[in-house]
Nanobody
Framework: QVQLVESGGGLVQPGGSLRLSCAAS????????MGWYRQTPGNERDLVAD???????NYADSVKGRFTISRDNAKNTVSLQMNSLKPEDTAVYYC????????????????WGQGTQVTVSS
């Protein structure tokens, strides 16, 4: 099993920045990819960004150029730097970790964090 603990959510004004972090523990040897999804009420979780052990990254079109994902393999953490935030970025952000299975164009999440709220509002 892998445990994921997120931090860094909160309230920010449009145009502002936030940094989310996620720390993994447990059977981390099994993890090949980590990333972030987000979810708004009544909608499915959508991929925001992810990064493999080798450093390959993938971003949703809606966040390209504004968000940056990074990973510290030594510390088993993944971070999401979010700049130029917009009200439509408001959501609960979930950290995920995957063993590397790939299905229908995306890595399959095997583990989830508890979620952290990001609210972009003036």
């Amino acid at each position: 099993q892998v445990q994921l603990v997120e931090s860094g959510g909160g309230l920010v004004q449009p145009g502002g920045s936030l940094r989310l972090s996620c720390a993994a523990s447990g059977s981390i040897f099994s993890i090949n990819v980590m990333g972030w999804y987000r979810q708004t009420p009544g909608n499915e979780r959508d991929l925001v960004a992810d990064i493999t052990n080798g450093g390959s990254t993938n971003y949703a079109d809606s966040v390209k150029g504004r968000f940056t994902i990074s990973r510290d393999n030594a510390k088993n953490t993944v971070s999401l730097q979010m700049n130029s935030l917009k009200p439509e970025d408001t959501a609960v952000y979930y950290c995920y970790a995957g063993r590397g299975r790939y299905y229908s164009g995306s890595y399959v999440p095997d583990y989830w964090g508890q979620g952290t709220q990001v609210t972009v509002s003036s």
